[in-house]
Each structure stands twice: as C-alpha cells, then as structure tokens.
C-alpha cells in the first residue's frame, strides 16, 4: 500500500521561501503529484515527478528523489495568496488510485 | 474548454437516506474518480471509471456506488447515509492518467 508524510502546518513571511517536505511509501512507483488547494475549494495540479531531481514551473519547483522517498515543494517570492493547503499524492495500480497525504496547510504572513 | 462541473453544490440529508451526486467530465477525458474529503484531510479515493467500467476501488463499503455514461459523465450513489458520510466529495476526470487530474469544485454533503 502507500504511505504519506508531509507536515501538518507551516508558516512564512511575504517574499520569502518556503520548503514543504513529503516522505512516502509505496509498492511500485509510478510519479508524484503535488496539489495546491485553498480553503473551500477543489484541489489545482501543480506538477508531478517521474524522474528524480528539481523540475522548475515558475515560482513553484518540486523535487524528487525515488532512493530516499522523498519530495519536496519549493515555493519562492511568497505572495499571500499562496496560503492553501498543499498536497502530496502518489499513484499506484496503473494509476487506478491516487493517494493522497493529509496535506501541508500553508500561511503566509506580511 | 470546460472543466470538470459537479452538482448540487450543498447538499444536506437525513441519516439512512440515500443520495445521489453528479459529475460531468471535462471535455476529452474518458477516465472519472471520485474522492471523499473529510475536513481538515486530504482526499480518499472511493473508485474510479474507465469507459463505463469501475476501474479501482478504495477501502469504501458497498453503499457506495457509480455510474459512468457514455458521454463519460459519472453519478455517485451512497446508501443507508452516516453522520460520518457527512464530507466534500469531489469529483476528477483525466485522459492520461499519468498527468493528474482535473478536479470538480465539489458537492459538500451534510448528514443529519
């Protein structure tokens, strides 16, 4: 099955750059999405891994490492309207099911 | 390009009623999941369909139950309701499954 670690809450200043960890656990790896969602809201894709190493998307990067199940999402030039929550998810069984982490609830301060 | 729409928005029932949700998929994907999401939780997988047939199932009992249609549209049926049931249900549709999905805006149930 799969397991999902990321932190329950962060928070950051305006302008600065925050770093939200996930460490997983699966049987077969088949990528890793991260989402962003906002409070009452669906969730948005931002990007998803196959390959390890730091992919870049504008502000927003995510990395990956298969060896160590790990992943992370770089966020940079804070904006407030970057607090959300952020979630790691992994598929597995031919991409039949997407599991997702608790997620990271973001807040950005002035 | 339209997204992915779900109805009704909100949505309250009665505990041992049945509830039926709606999900129309963005145009040109053929592939519909759906996800429970408590508050405060990331989304749980409930099941998902390919052209018509359930592809996958997460750990829900049998009073959750799906339809997909031929224009790719899906319902979702919950039986016997549950304070617990009580969630916002999403609905993602996708074409190539390695991309990530689209996600509907969600039905919020409420079980009294």
């Known amino acids: 099955g799969q397991n999902i670690d990321q932190p329950t809450e962060m928070t950051a200043t305006e302008g600065a750059i925050v770093q939200i960890n996930c460490t997983y656990q699966t049987s077969g790896f088949n990528g890793l999405f991260w989402y962003q969602q906002h409070a009452g809201e669906a969730p948005t894709f931002l990007s998803y891994?196959?390959?390890?190493g730091l992919e870049e998307k504008g502000r927003f990067s995510s990395f990956l490492s298969r060896s160590k199940g790990y992943s992370y999402l770089l966020l940079k030039e804070l904006q407030m309207k970057d607090s959300a929550s952020y979630l790691c998810a992994v598929p597995s069984g031919g991409y039949q099911k997407v599991t997702f982490g608790t997620g990271t609830k973001l807040q950005v301060i002035p | 390009e339209t997204g992915v729409t779900q109805s009704p928005t909100h949505l309250i029932k009665t505990r041992g009623q049945q509830v039926t949700l709606r999900c129309s998929s963005q145009s040109g994907h053929n592939t519909v999941s759906w996800y429970q999401q408590a508050l405060g939780q990331g989304p749980q997988f409930i099941f998902q369909y390919y052209r018509e047939e359930e592809n996958g199932r997460g750990n829900f009992p049998p009073r959750f139950s799906g339809l997909q249609f031929p224009n790719y549209s899906s319902e979702l049926n919950v039986n016997a309701l549950e304070l617990d049931d009580s969630a916002l249900y999403l609905c993602?549709?996708?074409?190539?499954?390695?991309?990530?999905?689209?996600f509907g805006s969600g039905t919020r149930l409420t079980v009294v």
């Open positions: 891994n196959v390959l390890d």
């Open positions: 993602a549709s996708s074409s190539d499954q390695a991309y990530g999905y689209t």
